[in-house]
């Protein structure tokens, strides 16, 4: 099982709709990252989260440690919001730095 | 610079090849990962640097793989003697400071090798 699960993988919306991919892991965590890849690009950090919740724009992401979960949402989505979106998170313990990945959330808006 | 840059963006080589990847950080950044990337996965770790130290490398999948910043800034990955299953895009990533005080992550575009 890996440490970090994501659901939907793959996600179609119209535009307008109201977006949420949920990211749940099993170790835990000082820090959880929300990426947003697109096609050929490189990778863009949205989101850090220790605790409760950030929005920035049409972007909300919230995250619950006692339950080891982790919600992203977009409000009133828009073609361009088209991507992949990662969920990240860096372990609590030992001391590296690294982050684990999920393997990301395939999110298509349609026009 | 303005970001993270990754030369070459695209790396095709001959199974039993060596290729050197190489990534700039941003100016000043402190803390600099690599990762690769199989197709339709996320990213996984292979090393990570503080300035010019080599902290942590239990991502390298093997001893062809070998990374350095000398100078604690400018990274190169090497991979000797690469396999088909060396085909992948491999990411380099920089913070200003540790990850752990909650520094954003700045990724390259990454530079997509493929080994034939």
């Known amino acids: 099982k890996n440490e970090v699960e994501q659901s939907p993988q793959n996600l179609t919306a119209q535009e307008g709709e109201f977006i949420t991919i949920n990211c749940s892991y099993s170790v835990g965590i000082s820090a959880l990252h929300w990426l947003q890849q697109h096609p050929g690009g490189g990778i863009v950090s949205l989101f850090m989260l220790s605790s409760g919740k950030k929005k920035h724009g049409r972007l909300i992401a919230t995250i619950n440690i006692q339950e080891k979960h982790s919600s992203l949402h977009i409000t009133a989505s828009h073609p361009r919001d088209s991507a992949v979106y990662i969920c990240a998170v860096k372990a609590g313990q030992g001391g590296s730095e690294k982050l684990v990945f999920g393997k990301g959330t395939k999110l298509t808006v349609n026009p | 610079g303005a970001g993270v840059s990754q030369s070459p963006r695209y790396k095709v080589a001959k199974r039993g090849q060596d290729v050197a990847l190489r990534c700039d950080p941003i100016?000043?950044?402190?803390?600099l990962f690599w990762y690769q990337q199989a197709l339709g996965q996320g990213p996984e770790f292979l090393t990570y640097f503080q300035n010019e130290a080599q902290l942590d490398k239990s991502g390298l999948p093997s001893d062809r793989f070998f990374a350095e910043r000398p100078e604690g800034s400018v990274s190169t990955l090497k991979i000797q003697r690469t396999q088909q299953e060396d085909s992948a895009v491999y990411l380099c990533a920089s913070s200003k400071f540790l990850p752990r005080r909650g520094e954003k992550l700045f990724f390259g575009s990454g530079t997509q090798l493929s080994v034939l």
């Open positions: 100016s000043g950044h402190v803390s």
